[in-house]
């Protein structure tokens, strides 16, 4: 790599941690931006619809692993998809449990319906 090269990226990723700092130290409101609350908007519908709709999902899978069209791993990897997937409030909540308060505000407002 060339030296102007190098120095652009090192100054680029100085310019890209100093700009995102105020993120990671919690302060600041708690109002999120519009694409932040699209965000918790789409988590909100999935995890609305997800669980009827991930219910049926394994339900199929185990009578394909009954009968011998699935193999077993695969169905166990599905489950703790999901597991993960609608569980990541709570799992974040258990394994982060220092976090600043506005990051928790922030965690139990994402996914409700805001007026």
């Given at each position: 790599?060339?030296?102007i090269v ?18 990671a ?34 339900i ?11 193999p077993w ?13 609608f ?18 505000v922030?965690l139990?407002?994402?996914?409700t319906?805001?007026?």
């Amino acid at each position: 790599m060339s030296l102007i090269v190098k120095k652009f990226l090192s100054v680029l990723c100085a310019v890209l941690l100093f700009s995102f700092s105020g993120y990671a130290a919690g302060t600041g409101s708690v109002n999120m931006d519009d694409t932040a609350q699209v965000i918790c908007n789409i988590i909100g519908y999935i995890w609305g619809i997800g669980g009827p709709l991930m219910t049926v999902v394994i339900i199929g899978a185990s009578l394909l692993a009954i009968f011998g069209r699935m193999p077993w791993p695969a169905l166990f990897a599905l489950g703790m998809f999901c597991g993960v997937f609608f569980g990541a409030k709570t799992i974040i909540m258990n394994v982060i449990p220092n976090m600043s308060d506005n990051v928790k505000v922030m965690l139990e407002k994402c996914g409700t319906q805001n007026p």
